[in-house]
């Protein structure tokens, strides 16, 4: 055979492998390596053309249109192929891509109010409609405020009851995590008195209370709202009438309430609140233990002693105070069993419970 003809030949096989190798190359980049590989500057038809120097001179311009002829077919080969693969690698992305526009939603898992806080807001919010004043005091409370303002010198049974948690000792007392939120009627009382004021004073006080203690129906830390006020000739028929509001406004219907007498040191008559089963209304169930009433308060007159602590003349005012567990009035509302759900924080039981504002 000629060189020329062993020329010929080696571009025909060559063109013929290079078409073979494109179309079956299934994705672009495979498709790059192919064209460098052919048509590159060390590609193999770059290898055929240096054997174009051993041809007669006069040979050379034919061999050259067959080069050239195979290096247009080759490019617009690759060309083609490429826009195929550029299709298809395209409807490939969007097949990938496809949303399924029938499937649910996925929850965006929206936040909520705790059960308790919501409580709490709903609470101080009737004693405000009612016109006391929304008030706070400390959490980390000293012994002076806790308890011997309240009457609750240091030898007395009272303390012990308390189950307090100690702190430290500061300098002149010790400190302690408040068991009640009862010292904020001694601080609201001095803060009013200290402005200038004068009573008629009526105060609502939320917080967070503390107390040794961890059961089914108590827990170390809890929520308390106090409620008092202090005017000229306030007298146990004011606070009734206050509590049989508060509590059929909350419980959104008309409860029963009964006084029950009882003691505190810092009031004077004391009560205990009890108000009619809402569960069984009245007449005896698991919940109010057949007796159809529900204990949920402490409350009574201001003792004169306490009033005289911050400076008011107790034979020129009196008041009322009283005190209440929000979990306990929030459990009996949501019939929540166990107090200690609240703080376990549950999600199911915090997405059930918890109200979206
Ligand atoms: N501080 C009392 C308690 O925690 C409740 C109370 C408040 C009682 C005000 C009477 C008056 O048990």
């Avoid at 063109?15 to 790059?32: K, M, P, R, T």
């Avoid at 550029?86 to 909520?112: F, H, Q, Y």
């Avoid at 000739?233 to 959104?252: I, N, P, Q």
């Avoid at 609140?273 to 308060?297: H, N, P, Q, T």
């Amino acid at each position: 055979m000629s060189e020329i003809d062993s020329l010929k030949s080696e571009l025909e096989s060559l063109q013929a492998d290079a078409l073979q190798a494109f179309s079956a190359a299934d994705n672009l980049n495979d498709l790059q390596k192919l064209r460098v590989q052919y048509l590159g500057k060390k590609g193999a038809l770059t290898e055929v053309l240096k054997g174009v120097g051993k041809l007669a001179p006069t040979d050379r311009p034919m061999i050259g249109q067959h080069v050239n002829k195979t290096k247009s077919a080759l490019a617009a080969a690759l060309d083609s192929t490429e826009a195929d693969l550029a299709v298809k690698a395209k409807a490939a992305r969007i097949e990938a891509e496809r949303v399924d526009v029938t499937l649910p939603g996925r929850s965006k898992g929206k936040g909520a109010l705790h059960p308790v806080q919501h409580g709490l807001d709903e609470i101080t919010a009737i004693f405000s409609q009612m016109g006391f004043v929304v008030a706070e005091g400390p959490e980390i409370e000293d012994e002076f405020h806790n308890f011997d303002a309240l009457n609750i010198p240091a030898e007395h049974p009272a303390r012990a009851m308390h189950d307090t948690f100690f702190v430290k000792q500061m300098a002149d007392q010790p400190m302690l995590l408040r068991t009640h939120t009862s010292p904020v009627q001694i601080r609201a009382m001095k803060r009013f008195l200290a402005e200038g004021g004068e009573p008629p004073l009526a105060v609502v006080a939320p917080g967070r209370v503390y107390r040794c203690d961890y059961d089914v129906t108590h827990s170390p830390m809890f929520h308390q709202v106090e409620v008092f006020k202090v005017d000229r000739d306030v007298s146990m028929a004011h606070l009734k009438g206050v509590l049989k509001h508060f509590l059929s406004t909350y419980f959104e219907k008309e409860v029963e309430i009964r006084l029950r007498p009882h003691y505190f040191p810092f009031t004077e008559p004391s009560a205990e609140v009890d108000i009619g089963c809402v569960f069984c209304a009245g007449k005896g169930c698991r919940i109010c233990k057949g007796s159809g009433w529900i204990e949920v308060l402490g409350s009574g007159m201001i003792h004169p002693k306490v009033l005289e602590s911050v400076g008011i003349d107790s034979e020129e005012f009196s008041g009322f105070a009283f005190g209440l567990g929000v979990e306990r009035l929030v459990m009996l509302k949501q019939g929540i069993p166990d107090l200690r759900l609240f703080f376990e924080n549950d999600v199911r039981f915090l997405s059930r419970m918890g109200v979206s504002k």
